[in-house]
Nanobody
Framework: QVQLVESGGGLVQAGGSLRLSCAAS????????MGWFRQAPGKEREFVAA????????RYADSVKGRFTISRDNAKNTVYLQMNSLKPEDTAVYYC?????????????????WGQGTQVTVSS
């Protein structure tokens, strides 16, 4: 079992920045690839970013490429999502997820563990 707890969400003006954190506990964190997803009201959960177990490979949704950066610190059992140049359409609940595979994956069903989510609201 892996427990995931997100933090760092909040209210920010368009063009601003936020950094989300996801702290993991349980099994060996470095054995898991990690991902960030988001879900806006009335919409399906969508992929945002993913990172391999080593941190050497990352993937991003086209909508956030160049603005968001995913990273991880295996010594701290934490994965981060740095979000810059935020837009109102980035408003959503952001979820951290872990998968037992080692590569960065983009599909929701590949992830085994999920956090409770943190709200990000971007005002125009």
């Amino acid at each position: 079992q892996v427990q995931l707890v997100e933090s760092g969400g909040g209210l920010v003006q368009a063009g601003g920045s936020l950094r989300l954190s996801c702290a993991a506990s349980g099994r060996t964190f470095s054995s898991y690839a990690m991902g960030w997803f988001r879900q806006a009201p009335g919409k399906e959960r969508e992929f945002v970013a993913a990172i391999s177990w080593s941190g050497g490979s990352t993937r991003y949704a086209d909508s956030v490429k160049g603005r968001f950066t995913i990273s991880r610190d295996n010594a701290k059992n934490t994965v981060y999502l740095q979000m810059n140049s935020l837009k109102p359409e980035d408003t959503a609940v952001y979820y951290c997820a872990a998968t037992g595979g080692v590569v960065a994956v983009t599909t929701t069903r590949r992830y085994d563990y999920w956090g409770q989510g943190t709200q990000v609201t971007v005002s125009s």
